[in-house]
């Protein structure tokens, strides 16, 4: 599988991003165009393509920081889902980076986001239990309640704080 960064919205593979992004992500959970323009301008701030003969299987949104990394968005292609290709990348994502991944979920109230928290779980992430609120990315929309993910073991309390500071002030400056 191909790994490609997208560092632009001029990149050939941007658009295929944006129709994917759209498609798996309600618009409270979506970046404006600016707010992902802004992101792109961050050394902290990656967008990996994953391809398989050149076709576009999925991608990972993500924030690098010194102890953790932030999964801000993941999604696979409408067509490729179901076949084991989330398991695989985010398998990749982990070997490659050797830190502590941390991301979000929906918090568990029907059948789809039960299948999503056991999906990550089986891939080695652990439920963390902090009333954690995402803040919102659009003036129309409130703040959402999130459950926190993350790899290897559960975050303290000292790395929760930390998560919500680079949350508040790194990822959602914009």
Known sequence: MDILEIA????????????????SFPLFEQRTEEQQEQAFQSPNYHLV?????????GFISYWD????VYIEHFAIHEN???QGYGGLLLEDFNKRLNKII?????PITDETSSKRLKFYKKCGFFENHYNH???PYRNTYRGHALIILTTERQITEDEYIQF??????IVMAN
């Open 8 to 23: 632009q919205k001029q990149d050939p593979l941007y658009p295929t991003f944006e129709q994917i992004y759209t498609a």
């Open 49 to 57: 393509a994953y391809l398989k003969d050149n076709l576009f299987i």
């Open 65 to 68: 920081f010194s102890t953790y």
């Open 80 to 82: 490729f889902r179901g």
């Open 102 to 106: 941390l991301l979000e979920i929906d």
């Open 133 to 135: 609120f995402h803040p």
């Open 164 to 169: 919500g500071f680079d949350l508040r002030n």
